[in-house]
């Protein structure tokens, strides 16, 4: 069961110009206990027959979900995962689009201008499937609570998330603003899969679940290969020898996958597939660091950051460095 209401906003009507609702739903099978599901609310650009099929998604027993808030490390543990559940077919991976071999799920919903139906795709697509998404633990398909089906999480830090999601929205055209302003509307809940905070301690308390897979883009930049280890054990695939972990690791660091026409969206998405009003100096794979936000913000965007991480921290009672280690 879900619950639709508006969610009206001068800043989204100025910066963003579409509809917004908040959505809830009742989290039904979610293994922590004492939520108030009901309560969360997450903003998506949706309508409500959009939302429903997304929720409805037939979900097959061997299915393997990736998700994320945006700009957390999605395309890299999708590579990964994709790569990891075809066995290392990376004839397939250079020869066909990541978003075809691993269809982002929630993406009709967020451009109706679209001409590709995500979830035709999705039921089309033959098994096992690696599918994408960025709904919040309570919204994605309720079948894959029922069935228990592998999820991969992926959380990124909160200044570096902020840091690339306003370069990413910006460069989409689909958000008109400065950075001051992009700090404003997430604190909000005024962007899309909004409040970040939620999205991921949600998945960092079920982190031991046995269907889940919690990482960070941190511990991938730290040590890759023993993300990758620990990955594929959890998909019960045989053991990585050491030529195929060097493989992976070079296929997947950033400098490839940038150069990789198959995964850097930067190209689909100016050939139309994304969003109809992308600008000229638009880059999907951007820096690719761990830090970006020590050079890219203002001491009184710290301030703010600093004070929104805080009050979050405070109720979930963590620290960054548990989670991301050291910064
Ligand atoms: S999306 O649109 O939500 O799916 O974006 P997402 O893939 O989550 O995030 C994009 C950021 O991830 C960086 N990226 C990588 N970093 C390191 N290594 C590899 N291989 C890699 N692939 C993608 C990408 O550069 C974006 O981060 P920023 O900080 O903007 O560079």
């Not at 959505?23 to 293994?31: H, K, L, S, V």
């Not at 909160?158 to 992009?182: A, C």
């Not at 019960?236 to 996958?257: G, I, T």
């Not at 000229?280 to 600093?306: N, Y």
Request: net charge negative; hydrophobic share 40%.
């Amino acid at each position: 069961m879900f619950v639709v209401r508006a969610h009206s906003s001068d800043n989204i009507d100025k910066r963003q110009g579409r509809p917004f609702v908040e959505i809830a739903a009742n989290g039904i099978n979610i293994p922590l206990v004492g939520e108030q599901w009901l309560e969360h609310w997450c903003s998506l650009p949706i309508t409500e027959d959009f939302f429903k099929r997304l929720y409805e998604f037939q979900v097959r027993d061997d299915d393997v979900y990736v998700v994320t808030f945006p700009k957390c490390g999605t395309t890299w543990i999708q590579e990964t995962t994709w790569l990891l559940v075809n066995n290392l077919d990376f004839v397939k991976a250079n020869a066909e689009d990541l978003i075809t071999r691993s269809v982002f799920i929630d993406l009709i919903a967020l451009y109706t201008e679209m001409p590709i139906d995500s979830i035709e795709s999705a039921d089309k697509a033959s098994s096992p499937r690696v599918l994408k998404s960025h709904l919040p633990a309570h919204l994605i398909p309720k079948q894959i609570w029922e069935k228990k089906s592998k999820i991969i999480y992926c959380a990124r830090n909160p200044k570096d998330m902020v840091v690339s999601y306003f370069h990413f929205h910006r460069g989409l055209g689909t958000w008109q603003g400065d950075i001051n302003e992009f700090v404003e509307d997430i604190s909000n809940n005024d962007i899309m899969y909004s409040p970040y905070w939620e999205h991921f301690m949600d998945f960092w308390r079920m982190r031991e679940e046995e269907n889940v897979f919690f990482t960070t883009y941190e511990d991938m930049k730290r040590d890759l290969r023993a993300v990758l280890i620990k990955l594929n054990k959890f998909l019960k695939k045989p053991d990585l020898s050491e030529e195929q972990l060097q493989q992976l690791e070079k296929h997947l660091s950033f400098d490839s996958m940038k150069a990789n026409k198959r995964v850097n969206l930067t190209y689909s998405i100016k050939a139309g597939h994304g969003s109809p009003y992308v600008r000229e100096d638009f880059q999907f794979m951007r820096r690719g660091i761990v830090g970006s936000h020590k050079d890219e913000l203002s001491p009184q965007i710290h301030k703010k950051l600093d004070a929104w991480i805080a009050e979050h921290l405070k109720k979930y009672n963590v620290k960054l460095e548990d989670i991301f280690g050291k910064l």
